[in-house]
């Protein structure tokens, strides 16, 4: 198996492209640190049980990996590799059942702009988040605020917030009148 890496606008975090669905249309997840795995995946355990990894991000068709400040990517990266081709050779699952980011209740009369919210972000800005190794998730509407959660290589990126601020929420003041304003949800 042949795993490219691509580098992140996040210095500290490298994307691994296996060649093949890691979450597939199941959506993303991002585990903040080995604490939150815990039971969860099995792909996720594996990478933290590395030393000098910080945090793991698993997408559509790539995982990416944030490594602590001591670490060496020189270093990391040729164990990352061996952890991840082990993995998808053994045929292991990546994560259990059920496992993913919930979303905040929405009040009925909210929906039709939800679903607006929801269209373009899937279609405008996760798909260049995720070229990046990262994602954008809605959490949930209220008042005219979008609140999201960054993801993986997004979410330690020196940008994101001026992303977050003068792009997602720009393009969505834009075409839903209704949103004022977004706010960054953590975990």
């Known amino acids: 198996m042949f795993i490219e890496t691509e580098d992140t606008p996040n210095p500290a975090t490298l994307k691994f492209l296996p060649g093949r669905a890691v979450m597939g249309d199941s959506g993303t997840i991002d585990f903040i640190d080995a604490d939150a795995v815990i039971g969860r995946s099995v792909l996720a355990d594996a990478l933290f049980a590395l030393p000098g990894v910080s945090r ?47 979303e905040e209740p929405i009040a009925p009369e909210d929906q039709e702009i939800v679903t607006q919210i929801k269209e373009l972000l899937d279609t405008r800005v996760r798909p260049a988040v995720a070229g990046d190794g990262g994602d954008i998730v809605f959490r949930g509407y209220k008042d005219g605020i979008v609140r999201l959660t960054m993801q993986g290589a997004c979410s330690g990126c020196p940008s994101s917030r001026a992303t977050l601020k003068h792009g997602v929420e720009n393009m969505l003041r834009h075409y839903v009148p209704e949103v004022v304003g977004v706010e960054q949800v953590e975990g």
């Open 56 to 102: 793991v991000f698993l997408g559509h068709d790539f995982v990416s990996v944030t490594k602590a400040d001591s670490a060496d990517w020189s270093e990391l990266r040729p164990i990352i590799l061996s952890a991840l081709v082990d993995h998808f050779a053994a045929g292991l699952p990546v994560v259990e059942a059920g496992v993913g980011v919930t």
